[in-house]
């Protein structure tokens, strides 16, 4: 006989500044994700807007504020570009492996790299390996590192250029964060082309949508999640298809630069 299932208690963050929009403040409420429907309640929760940090589920919840807007592609419904084939062709070659969600000090390495060429300063760059692990690890859900790396030689693993902490939902996948070597210049894009390798595997596996969290507007850094077709984001009455002229603009005014996810779970409580 199955225990009860016990409706999740909901909290609330202290006010503290936003890391997307400068002077403003963010709030979050969320509930602990444990027990044996932790999956279940992290699949519900996410189509309604929450993201996962280890064992927590949450989302923004600003007195003030409604700039952040959950989004996903529709994998199955996506047809890369020109560009975007472009990408994928020039990536063709790396090695991409689904891996069990345990840290290694090859990927910590990488994203220290990562975060010192495109966050210095940021408050993940305070993180310690022991930190890292625990990112990676503490999931109570379906979760693996998703690696990327270049061809090997005499039967040797490659070198790691990519890496991404992902979790499979119900209906799709949910991308909680990436990152990769800023310094390969034959493999500009490759951010992007994480994301759209996400979309493609989504939609392999009968898999709906790819999850990108949180779309902010007027945040240079959140643009690049407006480059996939066709894209969904939440609103009042439920997921709606993005309006095409709407994302276009966004389109034009996204940062040059390609970023992965970022880890919205910095703030509030989950700031050191």
Request: charge should be neutral; proline fraction near 7%.
């Amino acid at each position: 006989m199955t225990a009860p299932f016990r409706f999740p208690r909901f909290f609330v963050t202290n006010p503290s500044p936003c890391p997307y929009l400068p002077g403003r403040s963010e709030r979050k409420v969320f509930t602990e994700l444990n027990g044996d429907n932790a999956s279940e309640l992290n699949d519900a929760l996410g189509r309604i807007g929450f993201r996962r940090s280890q064992n927590v589920a949450y989302r923004p919840s600003c007195a003030d504020c409604s700039a952040c807007v959950s989004v996903r592609v529709v994998a199955d419904e996506f047809e890369p570009n020109a560009s975007q084939r472009k990408l994928i062709r020039r990536n063709s070659d790396l090695i991409v492996t689904a891996c069990k969600p345990w840290s290694t000090e090859e990927q910590f390495e990488l994203l220290q790299r990562y975060l010192r060429a495109r966050h210095p300063g940021g408050g993940m760059t305070e993180m310690d390996e022991m930190d890292f692990a625990d990112m990676v690890e503490q999931t109570p859900v379906e979760s693996h590192v998703v690696e990327y790396r270049e061809p090997g030689e005499n039967g040797r693993p490659g070198k790691l250029v990519g890496a991404c902490l992902t979790d499979r939902q119900g209906d799709g996948l949910s991308m909680i964060y990436s990152f990769f070597d800023t310094e390969l210049e034959h493999r500009k894009g490759l951010g992007n082309y994480i994301i759209m390798d996400h979309i493609l595997r989504s939609a392999k596996a009968g898999l709906s949508y790819v999850y990108l969290g949180y779309w902010v507007e007027g945040s240079q850094r959140m643009q690049y999640k407006v480059r996939y077709h066709p894209l969904e984001m939440l609103s009042r009455s439920g997921w709606v298809r993005f309006d095409p002229q709407a994302q276009a603009q966004a389109i034009r005014s996204a940062v040059s630069r390609d970023e992965p996810p970022l880890p919205f779970e910095l703030g509030g409580i989950f700031r050191k």
